[in-house]
């Protein structure tokens, strides 16, 4: 018995790296509600799909991928299979994808089995190449714009997260904000030997800042192919060149994480939601509904979530009030219709009694009255 658990312990550290991330992914530092929604039963590239297939042009959707490319490959190839013509592509904006290596050396971090300054590819890629080099060579074809984040990004020295990232989180003093600094506190980087003691790459977080903070970032644009082992190959003299990848000019870094982390003061109400945009408690089981995968993206999800809600708050406010104004300028419409119909109504009944006073036929002299069904048969 005793070695059938330490095999199923050896199994689970290989599967879902509990010795990196907890048994919950989440560094088991507790403090999670428990989650009573329904988690909804669908493939990931399925809902991928139908997200797109939902959207409109003028809804066109951007999506964001953080971990390896599976489930993004399968779901344009979904597309692809139903859609060859590729009229998809006019309900994405664009795909964001945190990942890649552009430096063979001490920059990349895979393959896991060569040595550290013989590396060159990304653990995303290396984890399924064939999937990498599908959503690239789909969105060549169908000129799909990528937005790419690689280790050259996420790895920069001013960008690395430290202990001042985790205190500047505990000084905003509520429950979101403290639950962040005790993850961020306690991660254990695989990647640790190469940076500063206590500093790593938040990876994730930058994915998405690049949907909601575009300012912070400066893009190259150009053609990228991925080799045998997630190898990004760049070609900027290719005809098509739809993959733009962001880096950050120095002189943004320092400003970069307090502007991000000042998110978190959102959090700084409690109750239901308000129009002032105070998040509802219930937050959390959506956060747990979606699932987050690595622990080092749990910033940049949330991140991405916390912003998305407050500006949707704004967005249906606006689209509220749009509606109010429409419905009011419908019900204007509608009123003069029925009015102008009642005066088309009124002046009808006048000419039929004008003519007959006068003696006059009330029917046009070519009115020619339709045939009787009943008569015909």
Known sequence: MQNDTQAIEQLEKQINATHRYGHDGLEDVGGWPQATAAIQNMPGHEKIALSVLRATPATAVTLVSTAGLTDLAQALELLVHFDPDGHFVQNINAIIIRGGCMTPGLECNAPPFKPDDKKDSELSFFFDPPSAQTVFSICQQYQIPIVLLPLALTQQPGL??????????????????????????????????????????????????????????????????????????????????????????????????????????????????????????????????????????????????????????????????????????????????????????????????????????????????????????
Request: contains cysteine; charged residues 20%; glycine residues 6%.
């Open 160 to 377: 690395l997260w430290t202990k001042k990232q985790v205190e500047t989180l505990e000084a905003i003093n509520n429950d979101v904000a403290a639950q962040m600094a005790k993850i961020t506190k306690v991660i254990p980087y695989l990647d640790a030997r190469h940076f500063p003691a206590g500093t790593y790459p938040m990876h994730d977080l930058f994915a998405a800042a690049a949907l909601l903070r575009p300012e912070f970032f400066i893009a190259n644009r150009t053609s990228v192919s991925i080799g045998p082992l997630g190898q990004i190959v760049t070609d900027s003299s290719a005809d098509v060149q739809n993959v733009y990848v962001l880096s950050m000019p120095q002189e943004q870094q320092s400003a970069f994480y307090d502007t991000i982390l000042k998110e978190y003061d959102n959090f700084n109400c409690t109750g239901e939601a308000s129009a002032e945009g105070c998040i509802p408690p219930n937050v959390w089981e959506l956060y747990l509904k979606i699932g987050i995968p690595v622990c080092v993206g749990v910033g940049g999800i949330i991140l991405l979530l916390t912003i998305c809600y407050f500006r949707s708050r704004r967005n249906n406010k606006q689209l509220a009030t749009e509606k109010t104004k429409l419905l009011a300028t419908t019900k204007e419409l509608e009123s003069k219709t029925a009015l102008q119909d009642v005066q088309i109504g009124g002046m009808e009944q006048m000419i039929v009694g004008l003519r007959a006073e006068m003696g006059e036929s009330v029917l046009p002299e070519d009115y020619v009255p339709p045939e009787d069904d009943a008569q015909d048969k």
